[in-house]
C-alpha cells in the first residue's frame, strides 16, 4: 500500500484530492463529483452525462401545507468552497449553500463535505442541514447521494450475500426497448428488445432491490474488466429516517448507487420530514464511505463483495469517526451509552417472566410507543437484546430521548416511561425493564407470527411473463412483479376462507389483501373468512380480537361477526395507510395494531365466523397485508 500523504489541488472550476490509490475531481464551488480515477481507470463515473449528472448530492421539497411525498427536486450545487482540514493525514473541504429571501432554494443552509484519508481506498462524505427559527416553514419528503456509473463498464450489482446479478442497461429503459407495465408506476418495465437478449422477457424495477435499514450498510457495483468495486457503506442508521425496518432504495439499472437518508418509501406521507413555522432543525447525514477495491486475475464477483463486507465492518467498528472537522458530529467521547435487560410479562403463556430474546431495543425523539417508526427529524439508536433481553446501546448523541423495544413473538410496541438524557460521557443502566403486551384473555386462536412482516404467508409464484430471474427460488420471493393479481386467479369467484384448525397459514393465507379486477375493468373490494369453533361461549363477557397489520395503502378495513349483512361493522379503521407496498414488492410498510372488543353476544356455541372486508376498490393497489390476527377469551377465563 501507498505511503503519499493526501494532497489537494485546487483549479479554476474543480479541485481533486489525491491520496496515491485514488483521485477524487469535484465542481467548485459546486461540491458535484464529477470524476473518480481508480486503478488505471481514468473516470469511473458516467463520462457519457453532463458533470453535473455524476456524484451529487440532491433533496426533494415543498411548501408547507402541501400533501403528498412529492416535490421539487434540487440537486445541491455548492456556492462557496472552504478548505477544512489539508494536511499529509487528511484533507476535509467543505462546499456550501446558504439561504436568503430572495432566494427559490429550500430554506436551508447546506455544507456538504468531503474527506479523503492517507492510505485509504476510498473517502467519505456528509453534510450539515440547518433550518432557522425565523425562516419559512417547508416539507423534506426525500434527501440522498447519488452515484451513476459507467454503464460500459459496471454491469454486475451487489446488494447481499443472495442479492447479487448482471443487470440490464440503462438504454434497456428506453421507450422502444421496454413496455410500462402500469402508468401509476412507471418504474416497472417490462424488457421487450433489450440490448443482450438474456434478459428479454424480465420486469426491471428499483424498488425490486429496496432494503431495510438494519441490512443496508454495503451495496454497489463490479467492472470485470478491469476487476473493479464501488461500493457504498453506510456505517451507521443514526442519521437515516424510520428506524431498522424503514426500506430504501440501494443501487438500481443506470447504473445508479444511492446513499438513503430521508424517504418515505413504503411508508407515505408519515415520514415526510415537516418543519412548522418558527420551528429550528439541525442534523447531520453521515458521514458515508465511498470504497474502492480491485482483484486480479478474478473470475467473478466475490472477493470484491467479501472484501467489501470486511471494509464495512472495519467502518462499523470505527463509529463514531474521529476525523470529521465538524463540531456538529461529535466523537465518541462526547456521547453517552445505555443498558439494561428486556423481558416480557404474559401471564397467559408463562407465569415467570419471559427473556426478551432478540428484541429491538433503540433510543429515539421523545413520542408515543411506536412513534419511532414516523420520526424522521432526530437521530436514532438501535440495537438487538441478546438471548437473555440484554442489551447495550453505544455511541448516544447529547440529548433527551425515550426508550423503545418491541419483542419478535409479541405484538405491540414498548415504551420506557422516563424521558432518557444524555450527557457526553454518561453510562446509564435502565436495569430490568418489563413489557407487558396487549392481552385480556387466553388465546383462542390465532393466525400467522408477529414479527411485523407478512412473509410468512403464502406468496405465489409469480406470472411467467413477469418474471425477475434474481428472485427465482428466492427466499424473497414476494419482491417479483405482479403478484396482487395472482389473488383473483387464486379465487376467481370466492375469496379467501380459512378455517381455524384446519387451514395452514404458509399455505392458505394469501399475503396480501387486494382487491378483485372485474370484467369490465373496475376493482372490488374483498371481504375474507375465518371460521372457528367455540366449545362454549360466556354471552355476558367481551372477547378480545388483535389484528396487527405489516402494511395498508388506501385501505378501510371492516370487522364483522357472524353477520355479513348487518347494518354496520363491529369495528372499522376507517380509511388508512399510503405505504404503496403492494405495488413495490415489499412485505411491510408501517406496523399499526387495532385491539378490538368482540361482545359474547355475537358469538355462538359451535361454528363461527369472522368477516375481514377491505372495502377500498380504487386500483389493484390498495389492500392490506396482516402480521398476526389473534382472538382472545374472556379476561376471567382460565389461562392454558
Not at 387 to 400: C, L, M, S
Not at 411 to 423: K, S
Not at 491 to 508: A, F, H, M, Q, R
Request: glycine share 8%.
Amino acid at each position: 500500500m501507498t505511503s503519499l500523504g493526501v494532497q489537494l489541488h485546487i483549479q479554476d472550476h474543480h479541485v481533486v484530492m489525491d491520496n496515491g490509490i485514488l483521485q477524487v475531481t469535484l465542481s467548485k464551488p459546486g461540491g458535484i463529483v464529477t470524476g473518480i480515477q481508480y486503478n488505471g481507470m481514468d473516470n469511473l463515473l458516467e463520462v457519457l452525462n453532463e458533470e453535473a449528472n455524476r456524484g451529487y448530492w440532491d433533496l426533494v421539497w415543498s411548501k408547507a401545507g402541501s400533501i403528498g411525498t412529492t416535490g421539487t427536486f434540487d440537486r445541491i450545487i455548492g456556492t462557496k468552497f472552504t478548505v477544512i482540514v489539508e494536511s499529509e493525514e487528511q484533507v476535509e473541504i467543505s462546499f456550501t449553500r446558504e439561504w436568503d429571501h430572495k432566494d427559490k432554494n429550500v430554506p436551508l443552509n447546506i455544507d456538504k463535505r468531503f474527506i479523503m484519508l492517507r492510505n485509504s481506498s476510498g473517502f467519505y462524505s456528509y453534510a450539515i442541514y440547518e433550518h432557522l427559527k425565523e425562516w419559512p416553514p417547508f416539507n423534506l419528503p426525500q434527501t440522498r447521494i447519488t452515484f451513476k456509473l459507467r454503464k460500459e463498464k459496471f454491469q454486475y450489482m451487489a446488494i447481499a450475500d443472495n442479492r447479487q446479478r448482471y443487470m440490464p442497461l440503462p438504454d434497456d429503459r428506453l421507450p422502444d426497448r421496454c413496455q410500462i407495465l402500469n402508468s401509476d408506476f412507471p418504474e416497472a418495465v417490462l424488457l421487450v428488445n433489450p440490448i443482450e437478449p438474456q434478459y428479454k422477457g424480465e420486469v426491471d424495477d428499483k424498488y425490486q432491490y429496496s432494503c431495510e435499514n438494519q441490512n443496508l450498510q454495503v451495496h454497489g457495483w463490479i467492472c470485470m474488466d478491469p476487476h473493479v468495486g464501488f461500493w457504498q457503506i453506510t456505517p451507521s442508521d443514526e442519521f437515516r429516517s424510520g428506524g431498522p425496518l424503514k426500506q430504501n432504495l440501494t443501487s438500481h439499472v443506470g447504473p445508479v448507487c444511492l446513499a438513503m437518508f430521508l424517504s418515505a418509501h413504503y411508508t407515505g406521507e408519515d415520514l415526510v420530514l415537516k418543519l412548522k413555522q418558527n420551528e429550528p432543525w439541525k442534523k447531520v447525514f453521515g458521514p458515508v464511505f465511498i470504497y474502492l477495491n480491485s482483484a486480479s486475475d478474478a473470475k467473478d464477483s466475490s472477493p470484491l463483495w467479501d472484501d467489501a463486507k470486511k471494509q464495512m465492518m472495519n467502518e462499523v467498528q470505527s463509529w463514531p469517526y474521529e476525523f470529521p472537522a465538524s463540531n456538529d458530529f461529535p466523537p465518541s467521547k462526547q456521547r453517552g451509552n445505555v443498558s439494561g435487560r428486556i423481558r416480557v410479562r404474559d401471564s397467559f403463556i408463562c407465569d415467570n417472566y419471559i427473556l426478551g430474546n432478540d428484541a429491538y431495543v433503540g433510543l429515539a425523539p421523545p413520542g408515543d410507543a411506536g412513534s419511532w417508526q414516523r420520526d424522521c427529524k432526530g437521530y436514532q439508536f438501535w440495537t438487538r437484546a441478546d438471548k437473555n433481553g440484554h442489551y447495550t446501546i453505544k455511541d448516544i448523541r447529547e440529548g433527551d430521548y425515550n426508550l423503545y423495544a418491541w419483542v419478535p413473538g409479541f405484538i405491540g410496541d414498548y415504551r420506557y416511561g422516563v424521558t432518557i438524557n444524555i450527557t457526553p460521557g454518561c453510562e446509564i443502566d435502565l436495569g430490568d425493564l418489563v413489557y407487558e403486551p396487549p392481552r385480556d384473555g387466553p388465546t383462542l386462536w390465532e393466525i400467522g407470527v408477529p414479527d411485523r412482516s407478512a412473509a410468512e404467508f403464502y406468496v405465489p409464484d409469480p406470472n411467467p411473463k413477469y418474471i425477475n430471474k434474481l428472485y427465482v427460488n428466492h427466499p424473497d420471493r414476494f419482491r417479483q412483479y405482479g403478484l396482487w393479481e395472482r389473488y383473483a386467479e387464486l379465487y376467481p369467484n370466492e375469496d379467501l376462507v380459512y378455517t381455524i384448525g384446519s387451514s395452514d397459514y404458509t399455505k392458505d393465507w394469501f399475503f396480501a389483501q387486494v382487491t378483485r379486477k372485474k370484467d369490465d375493468g373496475t376493482y372490488q373490494g374483498t371481504t375474507w373468512k375465518i371460521k372457528f369453533q367455540l366449545d362454549n361461549v360466556s354471552q355476558n363477557k367481551t372477547y378480545k380480537l388483535r389484528i396487527a397489520l405489516a402494511t395498508a395503502n388506501i385501505a378501510k378495513l371492516q370487522i364483522g361477526v357472524n353477520d355479513s349483512q348487518a347494518d354496520r361493522p363491529l369495528f372499522t379503521t376507517g380509511v388508512i395507510g399510503h405505504d404503496n407496498t403492494i405495488c413495490r414488492h415489499g412485505i411491510h410498510g408501517l406496523y399499526r395494531l387495532y385491539s378490538i372488543d368482540v361482545p359474547g353476544t355475537l358469538l355462538v356455541k359451535g361454528d363461527n365466523t369472522l368477516f375481514l372486508t377491505q372495502a377500498m376498490n380504487t386500483s389493484p393497489f390498495v389492500g392490506i397485508m396482516y402480521d398476526y390476527i389473534r382472538l382472545e377469551g374472556p379476561s376471567s377465563s382460565t389461562s392454558t
